[in-house]
């Protein structure tokens, strides 16, 4: 979500390697470009203001003036800076010994509350082996009751939406939810609370009665990145009222400008705990601070994407591959299983966002057609007999119009396709005699 900033920082980057050397003029210049940037962006104006004159009081340290490449020191100050706007740190999310332990999402309608409780269970069960359950206290939007049924059911986790006389009071609903948890043996409760389109004292009330009712561990805040300004000011509205732990912010990645990140943190004083990166119930993430300013300038995020990877590849599956690659064994079959991974790992365009340089290096290239190419590759295969993906050699033409029939493509294309497997084979068979894959997860020795 922060493609247009990190462009506009990147042609800063360009403007100031134009110059053979620094001065104070030129980091004024600068730093006008910058803060243009960061309003366009929709970040807060006081946010603005007091990261310019950070960035400046450095810049003007003999360490830039005197270096010989200012464009570089320039942005590791903007970066350094851009690092301690996000929280500096990454804030740890604890769950503590206590059984159970309760969580309170609350947020503005449409911000994503419900997706993301689900999305919170998923976490604690599969990154912190806890038993998590969850309690519908939506009474507002009966939509919310059913959906968080669903989500749960998919998870094949507890969840409690209220029956009886306690149905039409969501403080009841979370209360006898939480005693439901503990019979079922869960030990972090996530409860859903209701929404409104702004922040209002009833909205209010209700929430802080519940608080008072629960006494969660953690209120968490789910704030839509997509609302720029918008979420900055509901931030406010609930810290006011409620004790919040920290910040979910969901939507990022979407095309969101990134005001909201950049300013949440400062405005608020609340750490972002997590991002939701996604609309699957695995698509939610601990934020890191100094991994999204590296984003934002084009530095890439491998960190990141070798969690991605470390997650989405089957160790025993990757072995296998890493022996096939040795003996040239390599087939179509195991050409669709990588590409069914790498869509497990997110969508193309985020993916090539983490690899330092990539962006520069595509010069601009329009990528938006490369998930549907993925689609179109994935459904030719698809077409094709067992015999066939184990041996391509076999596809002669006849074969090859029953495989675009089958797959809505053309000839060509398939031809196309079989041409690009012949030539990855190839480089396949030279890296895996070699010792480039052994840094990749599942390939180590």
Same mark, same amino acid.
């Given at each position: 979500?922060?493609?247009?900033?990190?462009?506009?920082?990147?042609?800063?980057?360009?403007?100031?390697?134009?110059?053979?050397r620094?001065?104070?003029?030129?980091?004024?210049d600068?730093?006008?470009?910058?803060?243009?940037a960061?309003l366009?962006?929709?970040?807060?104006?006081?946010?603005?203001r007091d990261?310019?004159?950070?960035?400046?009081r450095?810049?003007?340290? /003999?360490?830039?003036?005197?270096?010989?490449?200012?464009?570089?020191?320039? &942005?590791?100050?903007?970066?350094?800076?851009?690092?301690?706007?996000?929280g500096? /740190?990454?804030?740890?999310?604890?769950?503590?010994?206590?059984?159970?332990?309760?969580?309170?999402?609350?947020?503005?309608?449409?911000?994503?509350?419900?997706?993301?409780?689900?999305?919170?269970?998923?976490?604690?069960?599969?990154?912190?082996?806890r038993?998590?359950?969850?309690?519908?206290?939506?009474?507002?939007?009966p939509?919310?009751?059913?959906?968080?049924r669903?989500?749960?059911?998919?998870?094949q986790?507890?969840?409690?939406?209220?029956?009886g006389?306690?149905?039409?009071?969501?403080?009841a609903?979370?209360?006898?939810? !939480?005693?439901?948890?503990?019979?079922?043996g869960?030990?972090?409760?996530i409860v859903?609370?209701?929404?409104? /389109?702004t922040?209002?004292?009833?909205l209010?009330?209700?929430?802080?009665?519940?608080?008072?009712a629960?006494?969660p561990?953690?209120?968490?805040?789910?704030?839509?990145?997509?609302?720029?300004?918008?979420?900055v000011a509901?931030?406010?509205?609930?810290?006011?009222?409620?004790? $919040?732990?920290?910040?979910?912010?969901?939507k990022?990645?979407g095309?969101?400008?990134?005001?909201?990140? $950049?300013s949440?943190?400062?405005v608020?004083?609340?750490?972002?705990?997590?991002?939701?990166?996604?609309?699957?119930?695995?698509?939610?993430?601990?934020?890191?601070?100094?991994?999204?300013?590296?984003?934002?300038?084009?530095m890439?995020?491998?960190?990141?994407?070798?969690?991605?990877?470390e997650k989405?590849?089957?160790?025993?599956?990757?072995?296998?591959?890493r022996?096939?690659?040795?003996?040239?064994?390599?087939?179509?079959?195991?050409?669709?299983?990588?590409?069914?991974?790498?869509?497990?790992?997110?969508p193309?365009?985020?993916?090539l966002?983490?690899?330092?340089?990539?962006?520069k290096?595509?010069?601009?290239?329009?990528?938006?057609?490369a998930?549907?190419?993925?689609?179109?590759?994935e459904? &030719?295969?698809n077409?094709?007999?067992?015999?066939?993906?184990?041996?391509?050699?076999?596809?002669n033409?006849?074969?090859?119009?029953?495989?675009a029939?089958?797959?809505?493509?053309?000839?060509?294309?398939?031809?196309?396709? $079989?041409?690009?497997f012949?030539?990855?084979?190839? !480089?396949?068979?030279?890296?895996?005699?070699?010792?480039?894959? /052994?840094?990749?997860?599942?390939?180590?020795?």
């Amino acid at each position: 979500m922060f493609e247009s900033l990190g462009e506009k920082l990147d042609t800063l980057r360009r403007k100031l390697a134009g110059h053979g050397r620094i001065t104070e003029r030129n980091i004024d210049d600068a730093l006008r470009d910058v803060r243009l940037a960061l309003l366009e962006a929709d970040v807060n104006v006081g946010v603005v203001r007091d990261f310019v004159e950070a960035v400046k009081r450095d810049a003007l340290g /003999q360490e830039v003036l005197r270096s010989l490449s200012p464009e570089q020191q320039f &942005i590791k100050l903007v970066h350094r800076e851009l690092v301690r706007v996000l929280g500096g /740190q990454s804030a740890p999310f604890e769950l503590g010994g206590a059984s159970p332990t309760v969580v309170m999402m609350v947020g503005l309608n449409g911000a994503g509350k419900t997706t993301t409780s689900a999305k919170l269970a998923r976490w604690a069960q599969a990154e912190r082996n806890r038993v998590p359950f969850l309690v519908g206290a939506d009474v507002h939007r009966p939509a919310a009751m059913e959906q968080l049924r669903t989500l749960a059911g998919q998870l094949q986790v507890g969840v409690y939406t209220g029956d009886g006389a306690e149905a039409a009071d969501p403080v009841a609903i979370a209360r006898a939810g !939480v005693a439901e948890a503990v019979q079922h043996g869960a030990d972090t409760v996530i409860v859903d609370t209701a929404g409104r /389109q702004t922040v209002n004292a009833e909205l209010m009330d209700e929430l802080a009665r519940m608080h008072a009712a629960l006494s969660p561990r953690h209120v968490l805040l789910v704030a839509d990145a997509m609302t720029g300004q918008d979420a900055v000011a509901t931030a406010q509205g609930f810290a006011a009222r409620l004790p $919040l732990a920290g910040i979910v912010l969901s939507k990022i990645e979407g095309d969101a400008r990134g005001g909201a990140a $950049l300013s949440l943190r400062a405005v608020t004083g609340c750490p972002i705990l997590f991002a939701g990166t996604g609309e699957r119930l695995d698509a939610l993430e601990p934020f890191h601070p100094e991994r999204i300013a590296s984003r934002i300038l084009g530095m890439g995020d491998v960190l990141s994407l070798i969690e991605r990877a470390e997650k989405a590849y089957d160790q025993r599956e990757a072995e296998a591959l890493r022996r096939k690659m040795r003996r040239n064994e390599f087939d179509l079959e195991d050409f669709r299983q990588q590409i069914q991974t790498m869509k497990k790992m997110g969508p193309v365009t985020e993916l090539l966002g983490m690899i330092p340089g990539m962006k520069k290096l595509l010069g601009g290239a329009d990528l938006a057609g490369a998930e549907d190419e993925l689609k179109h590759v994935e459904a &030719i295969i698809n077409s094709m007999t067992r015999a066939e993906r184990a041996n391509h050699l076999i596809i002669n033409a006849s074969r090859r119009r029953r495989i675009a029939e089958g797959s809505g493509t053309s000839v060509s294309e398939v031809n196309r396709l $079989l041409k690009q497997f012949t030539q990855t084979k190839k !480089v396949l068979k030279k890296l895996g005699s070699g010792p480039l894959l /052994q840094g990749l997860p599942g390939f180590r020795r």
